[in-house]
Protein backbone atom coordinates (compact mmCIF):
# COMPACT_ATOMS: atom_id res chain seq x y z
CA UNK A 1 0.00 0.00 0.00
CA UNK A 2 1.17 3.74 -0.57
CA UNK A 3 2.29 5.86 2.48
CA UNK A 4 -0.80 7.64 2.96
CA UNK A 5 1.19 10.49 4.16
CA UNK A 6 1.79 11.07 0.69
CA UNK A 7 -1.95 10.34 -0.74
CA UNK A 8 -4.29 13.58 -0.39
CA UNK A 9 -6.55 11.40 -1.83
CA UNK A 10 -7.04 7.62 -1.09
CA UNK A 11 -9.45 5.30 -2.88
CA UNK A 12 -9.64 1.43 -1.25
CA UNK A 13 -11.92 -0.89 -3.22
CA UNK A 14 -11.75 -4.37 -3.48
CA UNK A 15 -13.67 -8.28 -3.21
CA UNK A 16 -11.52 -9.27 -0.47
CA UNK A 17 -13.04 -6.84 2.93
CA UNK A 18 -10.55 -7.71 5.11
CA UNK A 19 -7.79 -6.32 3.27
CA UNK A 20 -9.89 -3.60 2.27
CA UNK A 21 -10.67 -2.85 6.13
CA UNK A 22 -6.95 -3.14 7.04
CA UNK A 23 -6.02 -0.56 4.38
CA UNK A 24 -8.07 1.84 6.03
CA UNK A 25 -6.73 0.60 9.28
CA UNK A 26 -3.05 1.58 8.31
CA UNK A 27 -4.68 5.02 6.59
CA UNK A 28 -6.51 5.98 10.20
CA UNK A 29 -3.26 5.16 12.16
CA UNK A 30 -0.76 7.33 10.49
CA UNK A 31 -3.89 10.33 10.59
CA UNK A 32 -4.21 9.51 14.58
CA UNK A 33 -0.35 10.16 14.72
CA UNK A 34 -0.72 13.55 13.65
CA UNK A 35 -4.42 14.76 14.61
CA UNK A 36 -7.05 13.33 16.33
CA UNK A 37 -9.13 11.48 13.85
CA UNK A 38 -10.77 11.42 11.05
CA UNK A 39 -13.88 12.95 10.11
CA UNK A 40 -16.37 10.00 9.11
CA UNK A 41 -19.39 9.92 6.62
CA UNK A 42 -21.16 6.56 6.12
CA UNK A 43 -22.57 6.12 2.85
CA UNK A 44 -23.53 9.80 2.49
CA UNK A 45 -26.32 9.77 -0.34
CA UNK A 46 -26.67 13.66 -0.16
CA UNK A 47 -23.38 15.27 -0.62
CA UNK A 48 -23.89 19.39 0.61
CA UNK A 49 -21.94 18.24 4.25
CA UNK A 50 -19.35 16.44 2.65
CA UNK A 51 -18.76 19.25 0.34
CA UNK A 52 -18.71 21.59 3.09
CA UNK A 53 -15.92 19.41 5.05
CA UNK A 54 -13.86 18.50 2.01
CA UNK A 55 -13.50 22.22 0.46
CA UNK A 56 -13.35 24.84 3.51
CA UNK A 57 -10.17 25.35 5.43
CA UNK A 58 -9.96 23.80 8.81
CA UNK A 59 -10.40 26.73 11.60
CA UNK A 60 -8.08 24.93 14.11
CA UNK A 61 -6.48 22.23 13.21
CA UNK A 62 -3.34 23.06 10.04
CA UNK A 63 -5.11 19.61 8.08
CA UNK A 64 -8.52 17.53 8.05
CA UNK A 65 -8.64 13.83 7.39
CA UNK A 66 -12.15 12.60 5.96
CA UNK A 67 -13.15 9.66 5.85
CA UNK A 68 -15.60 8.72 3.21
CA UNK A 69 -17.70 4.64 3.79
CA UNK A 70 -19.03 3.00 1.15
CA UNK A 71 -20.69 6.00 -0.97
CA UNK A 72 -23.44 5.13 -3.11
CA UNK A 73 -22.14 7.01 -6.21
CA UNK A 74 -19.55 3.94 -6.22
CA UNK A 75 -21.79 1.08 -6.01
CA UNK A 76 -22.91 -0.74 -8.85
CA UNK A 77 -26.88 0.02 -8.80
CA UNK A 78 -27.76 3.58 -8.68
CA UNK A 79 -29.71 4.47 -4.96
CA UNK A 80 -32.90 6.37 -5.36
CA UNK A 81 -32.33 10.15 -4.21
CA UNK A 82 -28.47 10.55 -4.08
CA UNK A 83 -26.37 12.57 -5.70
CA UNK A 84 -24.41 10.76 -8.98
CA UNK A 85 -20.78 9.99 -8.98
CA UNK A 86 -20.10 13.14 -11.41
CA UNK A 87 -21.02 15.31 -8.43
CA UNK A 88 -18.74 13.39 -6.12
CA UNK A 89 -16.46 13.99 -8.62
CA UNK A 90 -16.61 17.13 -8.38
CA UNK A 91 -16.50 17.32 -4.63
CA UNK A 92 -13.19 15.72 -4.62
CA UNK A 93 -11.99 18.80 -7.22
CA UNK A 94 -12.89 21.12 -4.74
CA UNK A 95 -10.82 19.40 -2.04
CA UNK A 96 -8.89 22.12 -0.01
CA UNK A 97 -5.22 21.34 -0.01
CA UNK A 98 -4.95 20.86 3.42
CA UNK A 99 -7.53 18.28 3.41
CA UNK A 100 -6.45 14.51 3.28
CA UNK A 101 -9.51 12.25 1.74
CA UNK A 102 -9.89 8.21 2.21
CA UNK A 103 -12.81 6.64 0.48
CA UNK A 104 -13.77 3.28 0.68
CA UNK A 105 -15.98 1.07 -0.84
CA UNK A 106 -16.37 -3.13 0.37
CA UNK A 107 -16.51 -4.06 -3.39
CA UNK A 108 -14.95 -3.22 -7.10
CA UNK A 109 -15.46 -0.25 -8.10
CA UNK A 110 -16.26 0.00 -12.10
CA UNK A 111 -13.64 1.07 -14.14
CA UNK A 112 -15.70 3.66 -16.02
CA UNK A 113 -16.88 4.97 -12.50
CA UNK A 114 -15.95 9.32 -12.57
CA UNK A 115 -14.83 9.59 -9.27
CA UNK A 116 -12.11 6.75 -10.21
CA UNK A 117 -10.68 8.70 -13.08
CA UNK A 118 -11.03 12.21 -10.82
CA UNK A 119 -8.93 10.50 -8.10
CA UNK A 120 -6.46 9.45 -10.62
CA UNK A 121 -6.53 13.17 -12.04
CA UNK A 122 -6.32 15.13 -8.94
CA UNK A 123 -3.27 12.99 -7.96
CA UNK A 124 -4.77 10.55 -5.61
CA UNK A 125 -4.13 6.82 -5.39
CA UNK A 126 -6.17 3.66 -5.96
CA UNK A 127 -5.50 0.64 -4.16
CA UNK A 128 -7.43 -2.40 -5.21
CA UNK A 129 -7.78 -5.62 -2.86
CA UNK A 130 -8.78 -8.89 -5.26
CA UNK A 131 -9.88 -11.99 -3.41
CA UNK A 132 -7.19 -14.45 -2.93
CA UNK A 133 -7.35 -17.47 -4.11
CA UNK A 134 -7.67 -20.68 -2.38
CA UNK A 135 -4.92 -22.62 -1.81
CA UNK A 136 -1.28 -21.20 -2.54
CA UNK A 137 -2.35 -17.22 -2.47
CA UNK A 138 -4.60 -17.80 0.35
CA UNK A 139 -1.57 -20.09 2.37
CA UNK A 140 1.10 -17.22 1.49
CA UNK A 141 -1.31 -14.88 3.38
CA UNK A 142 -2.03 -16.80 6.12
CA UNK A 143 2.04 -17.71 6.58
CA UNK A 144 2.82 -13.92 6.23
CA UNK A 145 0.58 -12.98 8.97
CA UNK A 146 2.18 -15.73 11.38
CA UNK A 147 5.59 -14.73 10.71
CA UNK A 148 4.11 -10.64 11.29
CA UNK A 149 2.96 -11.52 14.53
CA UNK A 150 5.99 -13.50 15.56
CA UNK A 151 3.77 -16.83 16.32
CA UNK A 152 5.93 -20.01 16.27
CA UNK A 153 3.45 -22.37 15.22
CA UNK A 154 4.29 -26.34 15.24
CA UNK A 155 4.43 -28.68 12.03
CA UNK A 156 0.95 -28.44 10.91
CA UNK A 157 -0.56 -25.81 12.17
CA UNK A 158 -0.86 -23.83 9.07
CA UNK A 159 -3.25 -26.84 7.43
CA UNK A 160 -4.97 -26.67 11.09
CA UNK A 161 -6.24 -23.52 10.94
CA UNK A 162 -6.80 -23.50 7.14
CA UNK A 163 -8.97 -26.52 7.94
CA UNK A 164 -10.91 -25.36 10.91
CA UNK A 165 -11.61 -21.64 9.81
CA UNK A 166 -12.37 -21.70 6.07
CA UNK A 167 -11.51 -18.73 3.60
CA UNK A 168 -12.59 -15.96 4.69
CA UNK A 169 -9.69 -13.31 6.09
CA UNK A 170 -11.92 -11.74 8.37
CA UNK A 171 -12.33 -15.35 10.46
CA UNK A 172 -8.51 -16.41 10.13
CA UNK A 173 -7.48 -13.12 10.98
CA UNK A 174 -9.82 -13.70 14.21
CA UNK A 175 -8.28 -17.07 14.82
CA UNK A 176 -5.14 -15.79 15.08
CA UNK A 177 -5.75 -13.10 17.17
CA UNK A 178 -6.55 -15.84 19.73
CA UNK A 179 -3.35 -18.34 19.29
CA UNK A 180 -1.77 -15.05 19.68
CA UNK A 181 -3.30 -14.33 23.12
CA UNK A 182 -3.07 -17.91 23.81
CA UNK A 183 0.94 -18.28 23.04
CA UNK A 184 1.50 -14.79 24.98
CA UNK A 185 5.14 -14.78 23.22
CA UNK A 186 5.87 -18.75 24.02
CA UNK A 187 5.64 -21.31 21.04
CA UNK A 188 2.61 -23.47 20.40
CA UNK A 189 2.63 -27.03 19.29
CA UNK A 190 -0.02 -28.15 16.85
CA UNK A 191 -2.03 -29.99 19.33
CA UNK A 192 -2.76 -26.89 21.33
CA UNK A 193 -3.41 -25.12 17.96
CA UNK A 194 -6.07 -27.65 17.25
CA UNK A 195 -7.31 -27.27 20.48
CA UNK A 196 -7.38 -23.55 20.28
CA UNK A 197 -9.29 -24.03 17.20
CA UNK A 198 -11.72 -27.05 18.08
CA UNK A 199 -12.92 -24.66 21.40
CA UNK A 200 -16.08 -23.28 19.49
CA UNK A 201 -17.38 -19.62 20.91
CA UNK A 202 -19.90 -20.68 23.83
CA UNK A 203 -22.82 -19.02 23.89
CA UNK A 204 -22.06 -16.56 26.17
CA UNK A 205 -19.64 -15.47 24.22
CA UNK A 206 -22.76 -14.18 21.28
CA UNK A 207 -24.56 -13.08 24.10
CA UNK A 208 -22.96 -10.02 24.58
CA UNK A 209 -23.39 -8.45 21.94
CA UNK A 210 -27.28 -9.66 21.25
CA UNK A 211 -27.92 -8.17 24.99
CA UNK A 212 -26.37 -5.16 24.52
CA UNK A 213 -28.69 -4.60 21.47
CA UNK A 214 -31.25 -6.08 22.88
CA UNK A 215 -34.12 -4.53 25.28
CA UNK A 216 -32.02 -3.78 28.11
CA UNK A 217 -28.46 -3.19 27.34
CA UNK A 218 -27.12 -3.57 30.29
CA UNK A 219 -27.70 -7.10 30.96
CA UNK A 220 -24.86 -7.28 27.34
CA UNK A 221 -22.35 -5.56 30.43
CA UNK A 222 -23.58 -8.18 33.15
CA UNK A 223 -22.59 -10.97 30.36
CA UNK A 224 -19.02 -9.82 30.06
CA UNK A 225 -18.78 -9.18 33.67
CA UNK A 226 -20.04 -13.03 33.85
CA UNK A 227 -17.30 -14.24 31.43
CA UNK A 228 -14.57 -12.53 33.43
CA UNK A 229 -15.65 -13.75 36.54
CA UNK A 230 -15.47 -17.26 34.96
CA UNK A 231 -11.80 -16.62 34.39
CA UNK A 232 -12.00 -16.29 30.32
CA UNK A 233 -8.44 -14.73 29.24
CA UNK A 234 -9.05 -10.98 28.49
CA UNK A 235 -7.25 -11.41 25.17
CA UNK A 236 -9.38 -14.04 24.26
CA UNK A 237 -12.49 -12.21 24.83
CA UNK A 238 -11.15 -9.11 22.83
CA UNK A 239 -10.39 -11.11 20.15
CA UNK A 240 -13.73 -12.72 20.19
CA UNK A 241 -15.77 -9.39 20.48
CA UNK A 242 -13.53 -7.69 18.30
CA UNK A 243 -14.41 -10.13 15.66
CA UNK A 244 -18.17 -9.94 15.80
CA UNK A 245 -17.88 -5.89 15.80
CA UNK A 246 -16.22 -6.26 12.20
CA UNK A 247 -18.66 -8.51 10.81
CA UNK A 248 -21.44 -6.15 12.02
CA UNK A 249 -19.44 -3.33 10.14
CA UNK A 250 -19.54 -5.55 7.04
CA UNK A 251 -23.25 -6.56 7.80
CA UNK A 252 -23.98 -2.79 7.62
CA UNK A 253 -21.85 -1.87 4.89
CA UNK A 254 -23.50 -4.58 3.05
CA UNK A 255 -27.18 -3.60 4.13
CA UNK A 256 -26.57 0.30 3.02
CA UNK A 257 -25.66 -1.07 -0.51
CA UNK A 258 -27.74 -3.46 -1.39
CA UNK A 259 -31.22 -2.50 0.63
CA UNK A 260 -31.76 -6.07 1.83
CA UNK A 261 -29.79 -8.62 3.31
CA UNK A 262 -30.38 -11.15 0.62
CA UNK A 263 -26.65 -12.38 -0.26
CA UNK A 264 -25.13 -11.70 2.80
CA UNK A 265 -24.16 -14.92 4.31
CA UNK A 266 -22.59 -15.79 0.73
CA UNK A 267 -20.99 -12.08 0.97
CA UNK A 268 -19.85 -12.98 4.16
CA UNK A 269 -18.91 -16.32 4.09
CA UNK A 270 -20.86 -17.29 7.41
CA UNK A 271 -23.92 -19.69 7.77
CA UNK A 272 -27.57 -18.14 7.52
CA UNK A 273 -28.35 -17.95 10.62
CA UNK A 274 -25.31 -15.87 11.41
CA UNK A 275 -26.60 -13.30 8.48
CA UNK A 276 -29.94 -13.02 9.65
CA UNK A 277 -28.44 -12.07 13.42
CA UNK A 278 -25.65 -9.61 11.79
CA UNK A 279 -28.84 -8.01 9.52
CA UNK A 280 -31.23 -7.96 12.77
CA UNK A 281 -28.15 -6.52 14.86
CA UNK A 282 -27.30 -3.74 12.45
CA UNK A 283 -30.40 -2.23 12.23
CA UNK A 284 -30.49 -1.39 16.07
CA UNK A 285 -27.27 0.32 16.24
CA UNK A 286 -24.98 3.17 13.67
CA UNK A 287 -22.20 2.16 12.39
CA UNK A 288 -20.46 5.26 14.17
CA UNK A 289 -21.24 3.39 17.61
CA UNK A 290 -20.14 0.43 16.00
CA UNK A 291 -16.94 2.03 15.68
CA UNK A 292 -16.20 3.58 18.56
CA UNK A 293 -16.60 0.51 20.22
CA UNK A 294 -14.04 -1.42 17.79
CA UNK A 295 -11.84 1.05 18.43
CA UNK A 296 -12.07 0.71 22.19
CA UNK A 297 -11.32 -2.52 21.68
CA UNK A 298 -8.21 -2.12 19.87
CA UNK A 299 -7.14 0.93 22.56
CA UNK A 300 -7.85 -1.43 25.14
CA UNK A 301 -5.70 -3.80 23.79
CA UNK A 302 -3.01 -1.51 23.13
CA UNK A 303 -2.97 -0.34 26.75
CA UNK A 304 -3.26 -3.92 28.42
CA UNK A 305 -0.12 -5.08 26.60
CA UNK A 306 1.80 -1.30 27.91
CA UNK A 307 0.39 -2.49 31.44
CA UNK A 308 -1.37 1.40 31.81
CA UNK A 309 -4.67 -0.54 33.12
CA UNK A 310 -6.13 -3.76 34.62
CA UNK A 311 -6.92 -6.17 31.72
CA UNK A 312 -9.97 -7.19 33.54
CA UNK A 313 -11.26 -3.43 34.37
CA UNK A 314 -11.15 -1.79 30.88
CA UNK A 315 -13.18 -4.92 29.44
CA UNK A 316 -15.68 -3.65 32.40
CA UNK A 317 -15.30 0.10 31.80
CA UNK A 318 -16.00 -0.50 27.94
CA UNK A 319 -18.95 -3.29 28.31
CA UNK A 320 -20.77 -0.50 30.95
CA UNK A 321 -19.86 2.53 28.72
CA UNK A 322 -21.28 0.64 25.28
CA UNK A 323 -24.45 -0.26 27.44
CA UNK A 324 -24.84 3.43 28.49
CA UNK A 325 -24.49 4.70 24.58
CA UNK A 326 -27.69 2.51 23.23
CA UNK A 327 -29.60 3.28 26.28
CA UNK A 328 -29.12 7.01 25.75
CA UNK A 329 -29.77 6.91 21.67
CA UNK A 330 -32.79 4.91 22.34
CA UNK A 331 -33.81 7.66 24.84
CA UNK A 332 -33.10 10.52 22.38
CA UNK A 333 -34.79 8.95 19.60
CA UNK A 334 -37.75 8.65 21.73
CA UNK A 335 -37.82 12.64 22.26
Same mark, same amino acid.
Given at each position: ?????????L?I????????????????M???????????????????????????????????????????? *?????? /? !? $???? =?? #?? %??? +???????????????????S?????????????????????????L?????R?????????????????????????????????????L?????????????????D???E???????? *??P??? /? !? $???? =?? #?? %??? +??????????????????????????R?S??G?????????????????????????????????????????????????D??????L???????????????
Amino acid at each position: MPRPEHTPILLIHGDEPHLVDASVHEWRMHIRATQLDAEVFDAPARLVDLHRSIAELPLIDPERAILVRDPPQ *LSSSAR /R !G $ADSA =DA #LA %AVL +RDRAPSTSVCIVVHGRVAPSNPVLSAVKALGGTVVFHAQLKRGRELRAWLERDVARRELKLGQGSIDAIMNAAGTDLGVLSTELDKLEALADGRPLTVQQVRRSLASDQSPEMWSVVEEL *LGPTPA /R !G $AAVL =DQ #LL %AEG +RPTQYLLAILGGQLRDLLHAQSYLALRGSQTGLAAELRIPDWRADRLARQARSVTPAMVMSWLHSLHDADRRVKLGEIGDQDVLRIIGLRAAAQVAASRTAARR
